[in-house]
């Protein structure tokens, strides 16, 4: 089965930047739709951003104007390029492809 495993979070102040990336093991981003979702303590997990199969980007609008969704051309990885971020960016980020989930990676921003 293929597995996706996400990396890139941390600890960021407000207003800083992190990429997080999504590699699969496989290259099943070429293709086929996928998104970053969040989830922030006590809250349901949310779409933030989604790469459509021909490549279309969607984002939710808190996150508009901030965040990039990205893949390589192999089709083996998806990053997430987060500038500005804030507070209630916090949250652990989950990529996603269908049924398949990765394990998350923790970001944390600080005011």
């Known amino acids: 089965q293929v597995q996706l495993e996400e990396s890139g979070g941390g600890l960021v102040q407000a207003g800083g930047s992190l990429r997080l990336s999504c590699t699969a093991s496989d290259s099943i981003f070429r293709r086929r739709p996928m998104g970053w979702y969040r989830q922030a303590p006590g809250r349901q997990r949310e779409l933030v951003a989604s790469?459509?199969?021909?490549?279309?980007?969607n984002y939710a609008e808190s996150v508009k104007g901030r965040f990039t969704i990205a893949k390589t051309a192999n089709g083996y990885t998806v990053f997430l390029q987060m500038n500005s971020l804030k507070p209630e960016d916090t949250g652990i980020y989950y990529c996603n492809q269908g049924e398949l989930w990765g394990q998350g990676t923790q970001v944390t921003v600080s005011s």
């Open positions: 790469l459509t199969g021909g490549g279309s980007r």
